[in-house]
């Protein structure tokens, strides 16, 4: 659906590309064999190297390239046999080095594309830029003592991927599904955690405005949003904002901006005018990075099946939609959890437990899927007695109920409250020969065309048999006996 | 006893071997004669009681039988080292009293063959000097005076405190660094003998960077065999620095007395400089003519883009350092100068801490980064720099070795050349070419000038091929016959 921002001199649009800085899931940071791990103790992960000390130098990290090699993979990107390290030039306490190290322009990996999805069914393509790979700067805390600012370096030299996508996006829906498709894509492939929240996934924003098939306008910067729905609220604003701005006669001014996340708004940080001259020039420390065909083609043989891949797997395996395949993909634990529970049973089926029952009440409880109390096995071998008529759809919503509070097995559930099916044919007459007995004006009324009464009688032979009788043969004998 | 500080240090291996001294008495004696040399200046820090324990335990070695490569040769090393627990200044107020937790991996290399460290060796201000004179801890001065005149001297720079305490007797062997002949023209301006190995044969590792693409450390001592067994120790391949280079370090003595026969030494046209001293014009031929009547071939080469050697070094040393000095900024260590406000600090740290060149070289490096000028400077610089390497390859293909004068004048006085730092920077003109090239270098002393200054002449070599430089360096050696010492430091009998 195009999203149209309405203004007075008429219809809107907004283009919107995003800078993701994805932490690279390692043991060491980029340059030195300090620990990136987060949440450690304030300097408590940091090497001579990290802290900008007389003499240090840095080593690349082979694990860190290995990553970005494997993410440009799954970003459909093209490899750089060569790339360049470049040092940017800027003071600030947190950046002990005076510059940080990255890549400007040689980076590891070059054009790519991934897909979107989006919640009317449909699928965009989103040009990939670039990617590559950087140092991350320490943290200044500001809020430690009134007058001064203190340090922590446990990031600094954290290893960093820049994925650059094209002005591709042009809505926020579309940005929050390529943000979401991004840490897709990085999860699955074990190359960042994808946690927003830790910091170990951080964007910026870039948002401009321009009537329909105009040129481009002038862009700004929303520096460091942290959330999906921030990079959507963000958006919304940012593109108001513009759209206001040329309406009444002023002009946009390429400037980086901040997020407002308690306001919702976005204010500028420093114009263009302010910009650092950040004096790029290669890392004389480091040598041109190469990577040979060899080193990518092995990479390439440990790639994972992506959630795209899956996505389509489970469109034609399953016969499932768009949306629901693009629902269960959306997470590696949950495509995981997905496929262990549909072995050997009705996928369909499972996958309908999973995102309605399920993932309904984990979202209620406020837990995700790895803390779930039904495991995946679990939930498979309710589909199961759903499949075997061992219970209906009605008794396994009681039966599911039961295991997400208790962690039982259905089966153990099913066999103490004696929720098996009734599918003994005689019992069920028996109840059916009852009913029919007890509504002898119902059962005139019935047979003088009333058809509609048919589904009393299935009701009241259901509720006479605690909801158990079969409702199949249930139909079955009724339609039998009132024929009689 | 004849003076122990007048061995050299094969010698002086060989009398602790034989047990004819202790380290203990080797070590005393240097550093009785540091003491009585402290006016010269040679040292920021001395570690004179830490070189006597090391000393004991050098002879212990010794009478156990287990001694090391180098074991109690005492040593000065340039104060641009870091070495753990000891301060390391880098000739700079803004690093004063730091104290590394990491040894470089060149020290580390000679520690751990037994040399001795006397004390950390004064320098210009984070190597950037031809003079020793930018040094925040005052001036060194070159142990030789000219005849009849009682000026004080410079001993060259940017390494004058490890040339000058060679020189004087004071240590057998010093560490130094060269980024655009920090090594060589000091070394020819004290009388002895120094070498820059190819860029990447010593790791830089815990070396404090004037500008890192330049920088390598190399050896002093008295004559060619004592270089080369420095240089065996400190040579290597270290996985901590990414330029070093992974090949094996040869035996340099090996091949010493191979002489020159069947060599072929180029001499370059464009180093006959205009301006340059008659006397080191008449030492270069001298010079030529020792290794033809020694058996080599001499062939006229042309380097075509040597004079934009200078311009072109001018522009990517300071880039370099500029970045580089950048983490002097007062937060983590060394000087801080506490001001109103973060920038306020920044300005104020740094304009107390650093010297008026370093300022300077700053300054030129953030300049010709600057957008808008980076195509100009930084950039242009670095095709020329491939242009100048090209000159080296393309001579290498007609000669083994090239022999050139290394510094255009004998040592200056102190004060003198300092009118504009251009005419500073010209001092380095004929060992800048082979430093932006990569190329391996030395300097040797060959004679005296009229009035009583060593000359030296400077060898340049193939990548990776200093076993060459180093025969013919010794084949120069046996030929000059130069004996000659500073004046203050006669020979004892």
Not at chain 1, 289 to 305: G, H, Q, S
Request: glycine share 10%; aromatic share 8%; proline share 5%.
């Amino acid at each position: 659906m195009t999203y149209i921002l309405k203004g007075e001199t008429g219809d809107w649009e907004t283009v919107i590309g995003l800078e993701v800085h994805a932490q690279v899931l390692t043991k060491s940071k980029l340059f030195s064999g300090a620990s990136a791990d987060f949440g450690a103790a304030p300097n408590s992960q940091v090497s001579p190297i990290d802290a900008g000390m007389p003499g240090m130098l840095p080593v690349i990290n082979k694990e860190c390239v290995t990553k970005a090699v494997l993410t440009g993979l799954g970003l459909n990107a093209v490899i750089n046999n060569v790339s360049v390290f470049e040092r940017k030039n800027y003071f600030y306490p947190d950046l002990p080095q005076g510059y940080q190290i990255s890549q400007y322009q040689h980076p590891i990996v070059g054009n790519g594309e991934i897909e979107i999805d989006l919640a009317d069914g449909t699928v965009k393509v989103i040009g990939i830029e670039r990617l590559h790979l950087e140092q991350d700067a320490g943290k200044s805390l500001h809020d430690q003592h009134p007058q001064k600012s203190y340090v922590d370096l446990n990031r600094s030299g954290n290893p960093l991927m820049e994925i650059v996508s094209k002005p591709d996006m042009r809505s926020p829906e579309e940005a929050g599904a390529y943000v979401t498709k991004l840490r897709a894509i990085v999860r699955y492939l074990g190359t960042c955690d994808g946690n927003m929240d830790e910091g170990s996934m951080r964007c910026d924003v870039n948002v401009s405005v321009r009537k329909f098939g105009a040129e481009l306008g002038t862009r700004c910067e929303i520096k460091n949003v942290n959330s999906v729905r921030f990079v959507q609220q963000a958006i919304e604003y940012e593109a108001r904002r513009q759209i206001e701005v040329i309406e009444s006669g002023g002009k946009i001014v390429q400037e980086t901006r901040l997020f407002d996340t308690k306001q919702g708004t976005t204010r500028s940080m420093r114009s263009k005018e302010d910009a650092h001259d950040y004096r790029y020039f290669p890392d004389p420390d480091l040598l041109p990075l190469t990577v040979a065909n060899d080193f990518i083609d092995d990479i390439r043989k440990t790639m994972p099946e992506l959630p795209d891949a899956k996505k389509h797997r489970f469109i034609k395996d399953f016969g499932m939609s768009v949306q629901d395949a693009s629902v269960l993909v959306q997470e590696k634990d949950r495509a995981e959890y997905f496929e262990k529970a549909a072995e050997g049973r009705d996928a369909k089926l499972v996958a309908n437990w999973l995102t309605t029952e399920l993932l309904g009440a984990l979202n209620k409880g406020e837990k995700t899927l790895r803390e779930s109390p039904v495991k995946a096995s679990q939930l498979g071998a309710l589909v199961g007695l759903i499949s075997d008529n061992t219970i209906s759809g009605r008794i396994a919503k009681e039966v599911f109920a039961e295991m997400f509070v208790s962690g039982k097995d259905p089966g153990v559930i099913v066999e103490e409250k004696g929720l098996k099916q009734v599918t003994d044919t005689g019992a069920i007459e028996k109840i059916v020969a009852e009913v029919v007995a007890e509504n002898p004006d119902k059962v005139a009324e019935y047979k003088g065309g009333k058809d509609k009464l048919f589904g009393f009688f299935v009701g009241s032979v259901l509720k006479k048999s605690g909801g158990k009788a079969n409702p199949g043969i249930v139909n079955d004998l009724l339609k039998k006996k009132l024929e009689e | 006893m004849t003076n122990l500080t007048n061995h050299t240090i094969a010698s002086a291996l060989a009398g602790l071997k034989k047990k004819e001294f202790t380290a203990v008495e080797l070590v005393d004696a240097h550093i009785k004669a540091s003491e009585a040399a402290r006016h010269l200046n040679c040292y920021i820090t001395e570690t004179f009681d830490t070189a006597r324990e090391q000393a004991k335990a050098a002879d212990e070695r010794y009478a156990k039988g287990v001694a090391l490569p180098l074991d109690g040769i005492p040593i000065a090393m340039k104060d641009l080292f870091c070495t753990e627990g000891v301060q390391t200044t880098a000739a700079s107020r803004i690093l004063e009293g730091f104290k590394p937790p990491y040894e470089s991996t060149v020290s580390g290399n000679l520690k751990k063959d037994g040399t001795i460290t006397l004390g950390k060796a004064n320098l210009d201000e984070f190597a950037m000097g031809s003079s020793n004179t930018t040094s925040g801890y005052g001036n060194v001065i070159n142990p030789w005076k000219r005849k009849g005149d009682n000026k004080d001297l410079v001993p060259g720079g940017s390494s004058g405190g490890s040339a000058a305490a060679v020189s004087a007797r004071i240590a057998m062997g010093a560490t130094g660094t060269d980024t655009g002949g920090s090594i060589r023209q000091p070394a020819a301006f004290c009388g002895i003998t120094g070498i820059k190995p190819t860029y990447g044969r010593c790791s830089r590792f815990g070396i404090v960077a004037f500008a890192s693409s330049l920088d390598q450390a190399g050896p002093f001592a008295r004559n060619t065999e004592d270089c080369a067994l420095l240089l065996k120790s400190m040579a290597g391949w270290d996985p901590k620095d990414s330029t070093s280079v992974n090949r094996p370090v040869p035996d340099y003595t090996a091949q010493l007395k191979a002489g020159v026969k069947g060599l072929k030494v180029g001499v370059p046209k464009e180093y006959r400089i205009d301006g340059t001293n008659p006397e080191i014009l008449e030492m270069w031929d001298k010079g030529v003519q020792m290794l033809k009547d020694a058996g080599a071939e001499i062939v006229s080469v042309s380097l075509p883009h040597t004079a934009y050697a200078l311009q072109t070094y001018y522009v990517i040393a300071p880039a370099e350092c500029s970045s580089n000095l950048a983490r002097y900024d007062g937060v983590r260590f060394g000087k801080r100068v506490e001001g109103d406000n973060l920038i306020d600090t920044y300005e104020k740290t740094r304009a107390a801490g650093f010297g008026k060149e370093v300022r300077r070289r700053i300054l030129i490096g953030t300049y010709v980064l600057s957008a808008g000028y980076y195509d100009a400077y930084y950039n242009k610089a670095r095709k020329v720099r491939k242009l100048i390497w090209q000159d080296f390859v393309n001579a290498y293909q007609k000669c083994d070795v090239l022999l050139t004068p290394t510094a255009p004048t004998p040592a200056f006085a102190i004060g003198e050349n300092t009118q504009d730092p251009v005419t500073m920077y010209l001092n380095d003109i004929f060992t800048i070419p082979a430093s932006m090239a990569g190329m391996p270098g030395m300097s040797i002393p060959v004679g005296l000038s009229a009035d009583g200054l060593p000359l030296g002449l400077q060898l340049l070599g193939k990548p990776f091929d200093e076993e060459t430089m180093f025969r013919v360096s010794q084949t120069l050696e046996d030929a000059a016959q130069f004996t000659a010492v500073p004046s203050n430091f006669v020979k004892a009998a």
